[in-house]
Structures are given as C-alpha cells and as structure tokens.
C-alpha cells in the first residue's frame, strides 16, 4: 500500500531557527508529492508541490528518491509558520491524496 | 477564487440518527472528496466522486454512504450516527485529469459531535 510517513506529531522551535519537518513516502515509481498546510481555524490549504520545485513563504522542498523523502525545510521560523503540516502524495490514476498524519509546528518567540 | 462551502461548522446529533453533510463548490470540478480529520490519525479519505452519481469508496468507508446528484453538490450521509464518527470532516475538490494531480481546494470543515 502507498503510504506517507511524518515521524513527528510536534515540532516547537524558537523563532529564527531553522525548520524541517519530515515526509517520507512508499517506494513507487515517481510519484507527485505535496505540502499542505492547515493555520489556526483556516481551512487546510496547498503550500507546495515538488514538481513546481517553488518556494512558498519561504519553505522548500526537496524530493529525495534515494531516500524516498520529501521534507519540508525553512532556514530561519516565524511565529506565523505556526501551524499544521500534512505532507501528501498522489495515488495513482484516480486523483486521489494520500495523507500523512500531520507534524504540528509551534514556533515559540 | 475556488469556494468549497459546506452546511454547518458545528453539529451535534445524537446516537442512531441519520445525519447529513453537504459540500457544495462552485469551479465546475469533477473530483469531490470527504475525508475525517482526527488528531495523530491525519486525513482518511471516506469516499470521492469523479462525476456526478459516481462514487468510489475511500479507506474507511464503513458507516457512512455518499450521494452526487448535481455536479456542484457532494453529500456525506451517516445512516446512524456512533459515537465514534465523532470528528471533524473536510470536504474537497479538484479538477479531473489524468497523469498530473491538481490541488484539492478544501471546505472550512464541519465539527460532528454523536453523543
């Protein structure tokens, strides 16, 4: 079965550190990975997708097809990165995501 | 802008009734989506819809049933509410195509309590 795994449920860093939050992903083919992001009472959101290799307030992403990883990395946190992150890839052929369990990011001033 | 609204942002039902949720989105997608999201557990995906009065089940289909009658309008149906479909559930959609995935444009969510 295709899976995404985000090994920690909570990561707290003070603001102005650097931030990666992990995503690894089941072995299969090339697959289309994503970041969303879920703010405080906002709706869960796209942040970014690999295959546009952009960098979205800041965070990047890299695809490690070695390591079968797609962290999520920024170098330097706000207090306003503070937030839910769910990394997700696509399943095949029928437009589905499939979602990791989300790392919840707290960014201490 | 896409808009995914969806009926209530709060509901609470009681044990055995049969509850309704609705998602209605307004960017003519084919691709409608009802997932549950529980703390540690992330997103599971219910069921989703590809075209109007199609569905395919998702992950953790038991206890719920959907319906797609109109393009625009995707219903989530708990034929007798447990306390354990208890959670909060999202509504999304996208566009149909095949090989390069679109976004998901999600729904404000709708907080289901079964007491």
């Known amino acids: 079965a295709q899976r995404v795994t985000q090994p920690e449920k909570l990561l707290s860093v003070f603001k102005g550190a650097p931030v990666e939050l992990k995503c690894n992903y089941s072995?299969?083919?090339?697959?289309?990975l994503f970041w969303y992001v879920q703010y405080s009472r906002q709706r869960l959101q796209l942040l970014l997708r690999?295959?546009s290799r952009e960098s979205i307030k800041g965070f990047t992403a890299d695809l490690n097809k070695g390591e079968t990883s797609f962290h999520l990395k920024k170098p330097f946190a706000q207090e306003e990165d503070s937030a839910m992150y769910y990394c997700?890839?696509?399943?095949?052929?029928?437009?589905?995501?499939?979602f990791g369990t989300g790392t919840l990011l707290a960014v201490q001033p | 802008d896409v808009k995914v609204t969806q009926s209530s942002r709060y509901l609470v039902k009681r044990t055995g009734e049969k509850v309704f949720l609705e998602c209605v989105q307004d960017m003519d997608h084919e691709n409608m989506f009802w997932y549950r999201q529980d703390p540690g557990l992330g997103l599971r995906l219910i069921y989703f819809?590809?075209?109007?009065?199609?569905?395919e089940k998702g992950d953790i289909p038991e206890g719920y049933s959907v319906s797609r009658e109109k393009k625009e309008r995707f219903s989530l149906i708990l034929e007798s509410a447990s306390t354990n479909q208890t959670s909060m559930y999202l509504c999304a959609s996208s566009l149909q195509t095949s090989g390069y995935s679109y976004e998901q444009y999600f729904g404000p969510g709708t907080r289901l309590t079964v007491t």
């Open positions: 819809s590809y075209d109007v009065k199609m569905k």
């Open positions: 072995y299969s083919g090339s697959p289309e």
């Open positions: 997700a890839r696509a399943g095949g052929a029928t437009n589905k995501l499939i």
């Open positions: 690999h295959i």
